[in-house]
């Protein structure tokens, strides 16, 4: 993963997009094209730096290369000996998937601001359905006046499966252990990453997480939730932004810090950019200028036209491994190199129905930069 560029949009691209149709064949196709091109880059990588006989452990580590524990050399010593990931003594270690949630909560901005935790052994969680009632007021020894009565729900971590393929070529199998843990784990957190962002955001509830823009209160058919009503937001102006606001507060209830405002790319630059952008007295533009504290996430996984506001932590991902990796028979026409598949359990949603807005964006015609100064 270090020093390792990802940026293959066509690929993520056709991923998004087997993840929408759920075709599962589509899926492993643009899984496999992908951890194929990190494949490559991986092994061309490897190979540049044994050239310059830089394969030091001590020297890898300063260049950013991850510095394995005993555990996991163990393991990958056992991979390259049994030439695969299938049929091994030992399992893989809880520290290299707990490197991958790092890596999602660094890497990618939407990823790092929703609540992701690390259900690994966790098999329910509790969360409180309502806002909690305060404690009361009493003399000692006196009986309990007010029964606090947040209101509790348990929620299942292990109730979806997410998968990821790991093809694996002969060539990768020839390289050191660091280079294994490298292209393993960015295979693991790039198919995580593309995956969690679409449930994040329009995640139907069947078979998968509850996505921020679909109504925990509203109709669900098929096992599928409706989308959420959407409100026009007519401009960036305080007064439009005020009441956005306002209404995250819940009637009051809580004060609001930091609002996370998630639009498309395209949406970006050419509504929100131009909206937020503002030409200073020195001449110079600075962009994201609001009059509310917000952080503006960009996501391919957003629908275009729509944007979504609230506080990013509202929405809870529970992540674990079932830390079983098979061999795949649907990919054997895959020359030189077996794949493998990987199954994670997952579950995902908001706190509550209000914990996120869908608003509808103004027109381009709205959007005009200002003038400081």
């Known amino acids: 993963m270090e020093n390792l560029d990802v940026k293959n949009m066509e690929l993520r691209a056709k991923i998004t997009e087997a993840v929408k149709s759920e075709d599962e064949g589509a899926l492993g196709e643009a899984f496999v094209a992908m951890a194929n091109e990190i494949q490559q880059k991986v092994i061309s990588e490897a190979r540049s730096m044994a050239s310059n006989e830089v394969n030091d452990r001590m020297i890898m580590g300063q260049r950013g290369q991850s510095v394995l524990t005993a555990e996991e050399r163990s393991y990958y010593k056992e991979v390259k000996e049994k030439r695969g990931l299938t049929g091994l003594d030992v399992t893989m270690p809880k520290s290299i998937f707990n490197r991958v949630f790092e890596y999602l909560v660094a890497e990618h901005p939407l990823l790092s601001k929703v609540d992701i935790i690390n259900a690994e052994a966790v098999q329910e969680w509790i969360l409180r359905t309502s806002e909690c009632t305060g404690a009361a007021w009493g003399k000692l020894n006196s009986a309990i006046v007010q029964e606090l009565e947040h209101g509790f729900k348990s929620v299942q971590t292990d109730t979806y499966k997410l998968s990821a393929f790991i093809p694996v070529a002969k060539d990768m199998l020839d390289l050191g252990a660091e280079w294994l843990d490298k292209y393993i784990r960015a295979v693991l957190a790039e198919s995580i990453a593309i995956a969690l962002e679409e449930a994040i955001l329009v995640g139907s509830g069947k ?66 950019f131009p909206a937020t952008a503002v030409l200073t007295q020195n001449g110079t533009y600075a962009h994201g200028v609001l009059p509310i504290n917000a952080d503006i996430v960009q996501s391919v996984s957003c629908p275009t036209g729509k944007m979504v506001a609230g506080i990013a932590k509202d929405y809870k991902i529970m992540l674990g491994s079932k830390d079983s990796i098979k061999f795949s028979d649907e990919y054997k026409f895959l020359e030189d190199q077996r794949v493998y598949a990987t199954k994670m359990h997952a579950n995902g949603f908001a706190i509550d129905n209000d914990a996120f807005i869908v608003y509808t964006l103004p027109t381009l015609a709205v959007a005009k930069s200002k003038k400081i100064g």
Not at 214 to 228: M, P
Not at 234 to 252: C, I, V, Y
């Open 207 to 272: 078979d998968q997480p509850i996505g921020m823009t679909k109504n925990l209160d509203g109709a669900v058919t098929g096992g599928v939730y409706s989308d959420k009503d959407t409100i026009a937001l007519k401009d960036f102006s305080p007064s439009e932004l005020g009441k956005m606001m306002a209404q995250l507060t819940k009637n009051g209830k809580r004060s609001i810090g930091t609002v996370t405002l998630i639009v498309n790319p395209k949406d970006y630059w050419e509504i929100i």
